[in-house]
């Protein structure tokens, strides 16, 4: 008589992981991220940023940290520039080009620039000294859970303090961040991402961004597995032998019946 394996129960999934080894995690898992855009993603870390084109006035040092100084003379995307406008002095702390592909441009005073412009907060929440000091006084530390009581505080300060915050606005605009890019007709953004002036406009919208600068394609996935007590990575993974198969089969049937046999 032929002899009949037993359906496998759950019972002989760990015998058969540990001898056969484990799955390979899937590209987008925690582990195994997919690709980033090296412009579209810097531009949109933090939030969105003004482009404009300036004028640099002052280029200098705040201990070991670049700040520039320039004139705006347009703005590229005006509808999220906040309140800035033609003519305004903003700066801050810059880097050349995103640190992804940094385009190894050095400004001097009188150049013409591209500048990717975060606004500075200390004229209003949560950067504003007055609402701070409020907040602070009035409704004090913010607590770690939801705290209707403290909220509604926090928000009187925010709207008690909107006037004074308001009269910091110069701060502001010179206490940003920025990455610059060297104007012309075709403007070199980072190592290897060139966009004419001329469409500049692509930047502002980021699907628009990504079908300029598309991502890389994904690589293969090599991160680390980890089921019933097995642990390896995707990369040591080898083709199943039938002699193993074989062994791991009469394993499984093994402890099947030794079960049984404390049952009875």
Not at 116 to 142: K, L, M
Not at 184 to 204: N, P, R
Request: include cysteine; glycine fraction near 8%; charge should be neutral.
């Amino acid at each position: 008589m032929a002899y009949r394996v037993p359906r496998l129960s759950w019972l002989t999934i760990p015998v058969l992981g540990t001898l056969l080894g484990c799955g390979s995690g899937q590209t987008g898992s925690p582990s195994c991220v997919g690709t980033t855009s090296c412009i579209c993603d810097s531009l949109y870390a933090e939030r969105s940023p003004v482009l404009l084109r300036g004028t640099v006035m002052s280029v200098g040092t705040l201990a070991a940290d670049q700040q520039l100084t320039l004139t705006v003379e347009e703005l590229v995307n005006p509808e999220y520039a906040w309140d800035i406008v033609v003519g305004d002095s903003v700066g801050g702390f810059y880097r050349s080009g995103p640190s992804c592909a940094p385009n190894g441009y050095v400004p001097a005073p009188g150049d013409q620039v591209l500048a990717i412009y975060y606004r500075g907060d200390a004229d209003h929440y949560p950067g504003c000294v007055e609402y701070q000091q409020c907040s602070s006084q009035n409704c004090g530390p913010r607590p770690s859970s939801t705290d209707s009581a403290w909220d509604a505080c926090d928000e009187s300060c925010i709207n008690d303090t909107f006037a004074s915050c308001s009269l910091h606005r110069s701060e502001a605009l010179a206490k940003g961040t920025l990455w610059l890019a060297k104007w012309g007709d075709q403007i070199e953004l980072g190592k290897g991402y060139s966009i004419a002036a001329t469409e500049l406009s692509i930047l502002i919208f980021s699907e628009q961004c990504n079908e300029r600068f598309p991502r890389p394609p994904n690589p293969p996935c090599n991160d680390v597995s980890v089921n019933t007590g097995c642990r390896m990575t995707s990369s040591s993974l080898r083709p199943v032998q039938p002699w193993t198969l074989a062994v791991a089969l009469a394993a499984a049937v093994g402890m099947v019946r030794r079960r049984r046999r404390r049952r009875v």
